[in-house]
């Protein structure tokens, strides 16, 4: 079994979702609509939905004392949940108040109890990432790590094996004996890009956690899961698919972007009158700009299809699943050579024919039992 996918996050302010339907040798997308459901993300073989849960330190402490508080936080987690799909959820708390044992304590408690509780729908869920505003970040790790041996102490048996960005390289070993430990090797690491693209560390990341495992566990017997990932850069004209990249490189599941870095008014302005809007070109893995883009005619066609006229607010939904149809084809060992044989760009052929040979990029189901009893 390949696990190999493309979260796509909300279309926030509609009502559309794309719903993809395994139609062999490739994925046929439908437009359903709905009422205000949100939070269907888009994906292949192994459908799954991600939960971005961002709370206040000080939110949960009050939810502690006020059951309308607590009850508003549940609330919040089931708007979120999908109860068709699996469910990874990816605490992220905003520490407003004084840091204590005893705070860090109930909010770890808190999430087990509240949040990982709901084992239901809840499949795998993350150590909360910590965020301290106007602080180190070495400091935010040293907390990361306390709120870790807290969670690890309750031994959460559907714990994603989660690395913060503000991880090292010197950190990070250390991060894995502490999930290992307790749970051993096998299992999903979520890596955090914190709203980077793949090219910018998350290479090293992966190839290092992979030497660790097959050196020290001799594992081979794992997934791994981008957090907060960027599809592509902005600036060149034409660009390669991030997305792509990752999964060339030993990545099975890649989850929607939660984080941007602000751009002034005026570079806003440069990005809308160059039209820098980009989507995925399946035939050579890059991403073009959509006015000059050799699949324009098809992803008109496309919207035609669905009566869309706001092409742009479509383009990254579109690119998701045009990258899902590759990444569906070379999932597939009978699939792989007449991918190899149609794709354009020269680059990518090559890397493919390498990872063909060196990576088989299959997970076990025994490994995903934990997270799906």
């Not at 509609?14 to 709905?34: A, G, M, Q, T």
């Not at 002034?264 to 009158?273: D, H, M, N, Q, T």
Request: proline share 4%; with cysteine.
């Amino acid at each position: 079994m390949r696990f190999s996918v493309k979260l796509h996050d909300e279309i926030e302010g509609e009502n559309y979702y794309i719903r993809l339907v395994r139609v062999k040798p490739f994925l046929k997308p439908k437009l359903s609509k709905i009422g205000n459901i949100k939070n269907i993300r888009y994906c292949t073989n192994f459908k799954c939905n991600e939960v971005y849960l961002n709370l206040k330190a000080s939110e949960i402490l009050k939810a502690c004392r006020d059951n309308e508080i607590k009850k508003a936080i549940v609330r919040k987690l089931n708007k979120k949940l999908s109860f068709q799909l699996p469910n990874f959820v990816f605490p992220v708390i905003d520490y407003d108040i004084r840091i204590s044992s005893k705070l860090i304590k109930k909010i770890v408690e808190f999430i087990i109890d509240e949040i990982n509780g709901n084992r239901t729908y809840v499949n795998g869920i993350s150590p909360p990432k910590v965020i301290i505003r106007g602080v180190d970040e070495r400091r935010w790790l040293l907390l990361f790590n306390k709120f870790l041996d807290v969670v690890l102490s309750y031994s959460v048996d559907n714990l994603l094996y989660f690395i913060p960005s503000y991880a090292t390289r010197s950190d990070i070993p250390s991060l894995i004996e502490k999930y290992t430990k307790v749970y051993g090797s096998s299992g999903i690491y979520a890596i955090d890009m914190q709203g980077e693209r793949f090219s910018s560390g998350g290479y090293g990341i992966v190839a290092m956690i992979m030497r660790l495992l097959q050196k020290e566990f001799k594992e081979e017997n794992y997934m791994f899961y981008l957090f907060d990932h960027k599809p592509r850069k902005r600036s060149a004209e034409v660009v390669p698919s991030e997305d792509m990249l990752a999964f060339m490189n030993g990545v099975s599941v890649i989850g929607p972007r939660h984080t941007s870095t602000p751009l002034p008014k005026k570079v806003v302005e440069v990005v809308r009158l160059m039209k820098l809007t980009k989507i995925f070109n399946k035939d050579d893995l890059l991403y073009h700009p959509l006015n000059k883009a050799p699949n324009l005619n098809e992803f008109r066609s496309w919207c035609r299809q669905h009566n869309i006229s706001d092409y742009e607010r479509m383009v990254s939904i579109y690119s998701d699943i045009k990258t899902n149809e590759v990444v569906n084809d070379l999932s597939d060992e009978l699939s792989v050579r007449e991918t190899l044989r149609n794709l354009r760009n020269p680059l990518f052929v090559e890397e493919l024919t390498k990872l063909n040979r060196r990576f088989s990029g299959k997970v076990s189901e025994s490994m995903l039992s934990r997270f799906f009893q």
